[in-house]
Structure formats: structure tokens, C-alpha cells
């Protein structure tokens, strides 16, 4: 799970969509903190394979977030932002193939 909280960690830092000091709070709260990693990872997974259930599955990563201190905004919708540019095929050019390897989206 820690691998997962880490390439989450890692698609976050290369985004200027989220301040220094959110990054900083993320990774804090999901990498130093080895109770959140596993639930991190599952609600994670299941917002980016889940569609069918988005809302639900959005509202429960908003939830995990707010609980470990870290909703803001930029951060809960980043992935799922990330997820649709990379299923539109107009993945911003600095995640390139970082994102869809590492979340094994096909390319």
C-alpha cells in the first residue's frame, strides 16, 4: 500500500495545481501515517476503476481527505482530473507517461 500512497504522492508533486504546503500536509498524512496508506490506497482505487459509482466513491475520498486533515479542493479532484485527460487522450505534458504507468492506465 505504501507503493500506491507513494506514486500517488509522486503524480501529486509534479502538478502546480496544488500549493507546496498541501503537498507537504498529503504526504504527511498518507505517507508518514501507516494507518492511512491502506485506506488511502482503496478509496484511491476505487474512485479511478469504479465509474459506475463515481459519485459515492468521490464522496468517500473527499471524506478520507477531510478526516487526515488534507481537502482541499485541488487535491481531491486532481486524480479523477488526471484519470478522464489521460482517457481523452490530452494528458498535460507533464505527467506524460509518469501518471498512466504508474496508476496502469492503458496508454
Known amino acids: 500500500m505504501r507503493s500506491v500512497c507513494a506514486?500517488?504522492?509522486q503524480v501529486?508533486?509534479?502538478t502546480n495545481l496544488a500549493y507546496k504546503i498541501e503537498k507537504i500536509q498529503f504526504k504527511d498524512a498518507v505517507l508518514h501515517n501507516v494507518g492511512n496508506q491502506e485506506r488511502f490506497a482503496n478509496v484511491l482505487f476505487n474512485l479511478m476503476y469504479s465509474p459506475s459509482?463515481?459519485?459515492t466513491h468521490f464522496k468517500k475520498f473527499c471524506d478520507l481527505l477531510s478526516e487526515t486533515g488534507v481537502s482541499k479542493w485541488s487535491v481531491a479532484t486532481y486524480y479523477q482530473i488526471s484519470l478522464e485527460w489521460s482517457r481523452m487522450d490530452c494528458l498535460p505534458s507533464f505527467l506524460?507517461?509518469?501518471f498512466v504507468q504508474a496508476m496502469r492506465l492503458p496508454s
Open 7 to 9: 506514486i500517488a504522492k
Open 53 to 55: 459509482e463515481m459519485e
Open 96 to 98: 506524460g507517461s509518469t
Open 12 to 14: 501529486l508533486e509534479k
